[in-house]
T-cell receptor, first 113, second 116 residues
Framework: DQQVKQNSPSLSVQEGRISILNCDYT??????FLWYKKYPAEGPTFLIS?????DKNEDGRFTVFLNKSAKHLSLHIVPSQPGDSAVYFC????????????FGKGTKLSVKP | GAGVSQSPSNKVTEKGKDVELRCDPI?????LYWYRQRLGQGLEFLIY????????KSGLPSDRFSAERTGESVSTLTIQRTQQEDSAVYLC??????????????FGDGTRLSIL
């Protein structure tokens, strides 16, 4: 039973447009959410996170939105650049611990020049 | 180096052999995690070390898997009597412990393990 779901295995976007990556979760005890970017043959790189006490966190071109009632979060990248092409993983952690992350299966983003 | 370092980067071995994977966390990071990623899947938690506390081994898939960490330094993940389903990328991550503040985990580039 997947607790973190990324239902789109792939997404293709034109350079300069917005990329929206979606993630759904089932565990209401999650209170810290992260997005990682992964290039082939490299480890995941931390991108941006959000605590459950917020509904939005922005860092440059990257914004994460959290809708707790819908148990849904999304990552917006604007404007998208060819270098953003990678696999994006959504991850979540239960509250009050430094414990392990639960990851989705990832969405492969392709940004076309 | 500044990041999490893992060795070897690639390992090919025959079914039934034992393998040992190494992780050097970022200096000062008290928490260390092992995950694995099978082809086309997300990252799967294996084990978590936090300082001198007993490790959280809840993600280890079988008793063929074990891991050790001495203090807040290097960790080794050992897989005994390897099976073909153990083929995966094994990823190590570390994070600092800051009371009351969520900290992201920082990953190494992984060890790609192939069991023939």
């Amino acid at each position: 039973d997947q607790q973190v779901k990324q239902n789109s295995p792939s997404l293709s976007v034109q350079e300069g447009r917005i990329s929206i990556l979606n993630c759904d979760y089932t565990n209401s005890m999650f209170d810290y959410f992260l997005w990682y970017k992964k290039y082939p043959a490299e480890g995941p790189t931390f991108l941006i996170s959000i605590s459950s006490i917020k509904d939005k966190n922005e860092d440059g071109r990257f914004t994460v939105f959290l809708n707790k009632s819908a148990k849904h979060l999304s990552l917006h990248i604007v404007p998208s650049q060819p270098g953003d092409s990678a696999v994006y993983f959504c991850a979540a952690r239960t509250g009050g611990s430094q414990g392990n992350l639960i990851f989705g299966k990832g969405t492969k983003l392709s940004v076309k020049p | 180096g500044a990041g999490v370092s893992q060795s070897p980067s690639n390992k090919v071995t025959e079914k039934g052999k034992d393998v040992e994977l190494r992780c050097d966390p970022i200096s000062g990071h008290t928490a260390l995690y092992w995950y694995r990623q099978r082809l086309g899947q997300g990252l799967e938690f294996l084990i978590y070390f936090q300082g001198n506390s007993a490790p959280d081994k809840s993600g280890l898939p079988s008793d063929r898997f074990s891991a050790e960490r001495t203090g807040e330094s290097v960790s080794t993940l050992t897989i005994q009597r390897t099976q073909q389903e153990d083929s995966a990328v094994y990823l190590c991550a570390s994070s600092p412990l800051t009371a009351g503040i969520n900290q992201p985990q920082h990953f190494g580039d992984g060890t790609r393990l192939s069991i023939l």
